[in-house]
């Protein structure tokens, strides 16, 4: 078995971290059988670099070693670049084509991202890792392959799971050997060394002198908490190996390389509570839609019942001017609207009378509403409704003539026609 050290060497991995040691053994002692790893970690601290160790120390290190990101293929068309497709099988498919699975027959396959594959190719994935079948798209052959897996992925697996977005019984299958790569903030000694080698190489690739930190620079270098990991900070080498002229590079100058670098010794906000009223999900919007309508039709109802006792509209509008505001809005000029239209939309008919009353030619406008007597059962609400009904019929679903009609602005009969859902 070959040493960490000479592991580090042959595929140029930087540092001394007791977790990346750790990781890199585990990758040598799983090397040799054909169970399947899942390497976890952060996006960008060189995932990548497991699969090859793994597979160069295998028995299938002479066979065929493919990477596959699933991040980057198309959901419409990753069964076919994974498994293959037959001749016609879709629009497209002008020849029968070879899959990743049956090329990499007798080698590895390494899925990266593997937590971005959609739920339907998940399920094909599970039975090649349980017997080693698989179908062409648009076959009714079973093949067989003989392929080790290695998968990636930078997203939390428990939470895909419980969001179904991840099978279950496939996370198993994967990750019978978990290994973890620590992110680039946890390896505070391998900081410093690493971005050393980057400038090196870059200075090399440049045909320039090496860039150097001064003492605060690095204190500065190590602080950081490096979100993009190792990709940023051989981003970061690269930048500043270009553009600055000075090899010595100061504080203030690596400073305007970091973004949020002021921040860059405080903790990241990794969640926080959900604020009042902060809806995260359409059920609770919809909730708070029915809640503020029930409360709209109580407040009317209260400003009926008011009307009934006092049979004055004047006086029930001068003591209710807060609760009419609250049903209709505060625009000054919608209010005005229902100042002037209280009267005629609540107007309560004439007390019943035995006599019998001669009604002469209509010339209210509001002629086709029937007149409301006491013993009659129906709601505000739903008389209301008619009323809308039959004034958008009248005009032809007219909003401006019908709001016109009725008394009210034309914003007023848009909320009751969404409220209603006329």
């Not at 580090?8 to 790893?37: M, W």
């Not at 076919?80 to 629009?91: M, N, R, Y």
């Not at 594959?117 to 698989?134: A, D, I, K, S, Y």
Request: with cysteine; aromatic share 6%; hydrophobic share 35%.
């Amino acid at each position: 078995m070959e040493s960490i050290q000479s592991i580090k060497q042959r595929f140029e991995i930087i540092g001394n971290d007791v977790k990346l040691n750790r990781a890199i053994e585990k990758a040598i002692q799983v090397a040799p059988t054909d169970i399947s790893v899942l390497v976890t970690g952060e996006s960008g601290v060189g995932k990548e670099a497991l699969p090859k160790i793994i597979h160069s120390l295998s028995h299938r290190k002479h066979a065929k070693y493919i990477a596959v990101n699933c991040g980057a293929i198309p959901e419409g068309t990753i069964d076919s670049e994974l498994f293959g497709h037959e001749k016609g099988a879709f629009t497209g498919a002008t020849a029968t084509r070879s899959g990743y699975f049956e090329v990499a027959d007798g080698g590895t396959i390494f899925l990266d991202e593997v937590g971005e594959l959609p739920l339907t190719t998940q399920v094909r994935l599970l039975r090649v890792l349980e017997n080693g079948e698989f179908l062409k798209v648009g076959s009714s052959q079973v093949q067989k392959t003989d392929v080790r897996i290695v998968a990636a992925t930078n997203i939390n697996m428990f939470e895909a799971i419980k969001k179904e977005k991840f099978r279950e019984d496939l996370y198993y299958r994967l990750s019978t050997v978990e290994i973890n790569i620590p992110p680039l903030r946890e390896r505070k000694e391998d900081i410093h060394l690493l971005f050393r080698k980057f400038a090196s190489d870059f200075g090399q690739k440049y045909k320039m002198p090496t860039i150097r930190l001064d003492d605060d620079a690095v204190q500065l270098l190590l602080k950081y908490r490096w979100p993009g990991n190792i990709r940023q900070l051989r981003n970061i080498a690269e930048q500043v190996s270009v553009l600055e002229e000075s090899r010595l590079i100061t504080l203030a100058t690596l400073n305007g390389y970091l973004p949020n670098s002021s921040n860059s010794n405080l903790p990241a906000v990794v969640g926080k509570e959900k604020k009042e009223g902060d809806f995260s999900t359409e059920r609770e919007i919809l909730y708070k839609v029915l809640f503020d309508m029930k409360g709209d039709l109580n407040d009317l109802k209260k400003l009926t019942l008011e009307l009934l006792k006092h049979n004055d509209s004047e006086k029930v509008q001068e003591e209710n001017e807060n609760l009419i505001r609250k049903i209709y809005g505060d625009d000054e000029e919608d209010y005005t609207e229902q100042e002037e239209s209280t009267n005629k939309i609540l107007q309560l008919p004439e007390p019943y009378s035995e006599k019998p009353i001669v009604k002469t030619p209509p010339v209210d406008k509001y002629d086709f509403a029937e007149e409301i007597q006491e013993e009659e059962t129906l709601s505000l609400q739903d008389k209301e409704i008619e009323l809308i009904k039959k004034s958008l019929e009248r005009n032809k679903g007219k909003r401006k003539a019908a709001s016109a009609e009725l008394g009210i602005s034309e914003r007023t009969l848009y909320r009751k026609i969404k409220q209603y859902d006329l």
